[in-house]
């Protein structure tokens, strides 16, 4: 009996530590489930996380009659490329190349073509003299957008831009002021050819002299070239011989001519670019072409579907044209005033340019 209620007491025991058993397993397999969740949590953001494919940068190609540092018209436009590419924030977000020295028109249009057909978004043809081989390739890349200037005319191609300078104006602040600051009362010009942009200055500058002192003498001489340095020092040499104490011009050319001022101590006041570089103690004040203003309103056409057909200008309203003072040359609080007070006038229309 005693015997049988030994193995009794055992039997149970063996129960208790069975039972205890069985519900102990769970509570050890309850926290592998806990940290399985958590992976699942920090599986979900990887995909989140993957890179997006990069949008394809915006691609312009620009042909120039000089170099991109001429201190003038190709140098204005690569400045502008290039203010461009800093603000969309690089060459990720927007890429140019360029073809600088094209002075051979067949050239150029070899060059325009070989752009087109790589597939820019944007192909600039920078000189008037490009007009008829732009007016000949455009149709044949009708996806292609293509851009001219100095120039108003789009030939009626729905894929040209044209964009023009309104330098008469900054060439009538520079008038004022050259008028102003001659003791001579003769002030020389060095221009190229007649035409576009060019002639625009040379005429505003003059009617700002006209404006400001009728009885200063304005001599002018074209040289027949854009690109001649010689023959731009010649004429200033001239200038300086008929008494010119202040002198300007336009296109890139003018180094030649502002060599000569600043061996003569003649003042020089710059267009296009700013020239202060080139002789700091005589450049008075240049101006400055921003093309971006109206290339940024180009990409946002292009961007919406609209790849040409429409003519643009810079001026100093919309700040297409900006002048630049030398903060090197010790220029008066009164004819600094002065010009400033031109500036203003002319952007609001108070001061109408009468051109000769």
Not at 8 to 34: D, H, Q, R, Y
Not at 156 to 161: A, V
Request: aromatic share 8%; net charge negative; charged share 15%.
């Amino acid at each position: 009996m005693k015997k049988f209620a030994w193995l009794l007491t055992l039997i149970v025991a063996l129960s208790m530590v069975l039972a205890a058993c069985g519900t102990a397993a769970p509570a050890t397999e309850a926290p592998v489930a806990a940290t399985e969740a958590p992976v699942a949590a920090t599986e979900a953001p990887v995909v989140a996380t993957e890179p997006p494919v990069p949008a394809e940068p915006f691609r312009v190609a620009v042909v120039m009659p000089s170099a991109i540092n001429d201190l003038a018209f190709s140098q204005s436009m690569y400045d502008a490329l290039v203010r461009i590419q800093e603000e969309m924030g690089g060459p990720e977000a927007f890429e140019f190349v360029y073809s600088e020295g094209m002075f051979v028109v067949d050239d150029a249009a070899a060059a325009i073509r070989d752009y087109a057909s790589q597939g820019y978004n944007l192909v600039i043809a920078h000189g008037s003299q490009y007009g008829s081989s732009l007016q000949e390739i455009a149709p044949d890349f009708p996806e292609t957008s293509f851009a001219w200037g100095t120039t108003a005319e789009t030939f009626g191609l729905p894929n040209i831009f044209a964009y023009e300078a309104a330098s008469q104006e900054g060439g009538y602040v520079n008038g004022v002021l050259a008028a102003t600051l001659s003791t001579s009362k003769v002030i020389g010009v060095v221009g190229p050819i007649e035409v576009g942009d060019a002639k625009l200055y040379v005429d505003g500058f003059k009617a700002g002299v006209a404006a400001t002192n009728p009885e200063v003498q304005v001599n002018v001489n074209y040289i027949g070239s854009f690109s001649d340095v010689a023959l731009a020092s010649e004429a200033a040499t001239t200038h300086i011989s008929a008494g010119a104490d202040a002198m300007t011009g336009t296109a890139q050319m003018v180094v030649g001519a502002i060599g000569k001022a600043e061996e003569a101590g003649a003042l020089w006041f710059g267009t296009q670019s700013n020239q202060s570089s080139l002789a700091p103690s005589i450049v008075v004040a240049s101006q400055v072409y921003h093309w971006e203003v109206v290339l940024k309103e180009m990409i946002a056409m292009i961007n919406e579907g609209e790849l040409g057909g429409v003519s643009f200008r810079i001026d100093l309203e919309n700040g297409g044209e900006v002048i630049e003072f030398n903060p090197e040359y010790a220029l008066s609080d009164d004819a600094k005033a002065l010009a400033e007070a031109t500036i203003k006038g002319i952007a609001d229309g108070t001061i109408t340019i009468t051109l000769p």
